[in-house]
């Protein structure tokens, strides 16, 4: 993995996963996928969820059905993730790259299917916030990865250039789909 990390230097921007990639938030995601489908159709008895959808994807759904509701469609999420504050497990490898990779010329940034807070207090307990451009949490967005429109923002507010620039996450599904889409390297820190 460190020869992966040391070829990073090439890269004008990276871009980071928070969760199984920086650190582990220790939620069980399969049960509250069920809690939250039902959370979703108690509160939007009209929105049609189908099994075996991640929280983000139910999320994107209720969310272009029912804009003008972000806080109660993030509501579930903000409670659950909130439980974990100041529990999130460190991932060495990763955060020993950050600590000690060379930013002089190259920014790094988060793009998270987490909520926006929840990355920033992990950031702070690990002590790596101040070494991110900027954190990008699905209710930045209100769409998750592979959605684009995260990169959309950061092309928008950074200029960056995605074919010079690498995708650093733990889910062929999400990251992995969202930098082939953007033309980015993938760097998947699971496969050596």
Request: glycine share 4%; hydrophobic share 40%; no cysteine.
């Amino acid at each position: 993995m460190a020869d992966v990390f040391i070829k990073m230097e090439k890269y004008s921007s990276i871009i980071f996963d928070y969760d199984n990639t920086i650190a582990r938030i220790p939620i069980d995601w399969k049960a509250a996928r069920l809690e939250f489908k039902a959370y979703l159709v108690h509160t939007f008895p009209a929105l049609h969820i189908q099994d075996g959808l991640r929280i983000d994807e139910m999320e994107y759904i209720a969310m272009n059905t029912f804009a003008d509701a972000p806080d109660k469609i993030y509501a579930y999420r903000s409670k659950l993730e909130k439980q974990y504050d100041h529990l999130h497990i460190p991932i060495a490898k990763t955060i020993d790259f950050i600590r000690n990779f060379d930013k002089s010329n190259t920014k790094l940034f988060v793009v998270s299917n987490n909520l926006k807070e929840t990355v920033v207090s992990g950031l702070k307990d690990l002590e790596l916030f101040s070494l991110f451009t900027e954190i990008v949490g699905v209710d930045t967005t209100s769409y998750p990865k592979p959605y684009t429109q995260s990169a959309e923002y950061l092309k928008n507010k950074y200029d960056i250039d995605f074919t010079s620039s690498a995708m650093v996450g733990d889910s062929v599904e999400t990251d992995g789909k969202y930098s082939e889409i953007l033309g980015m390297t993938f760097i998947n820190i699971y496969i050596e």
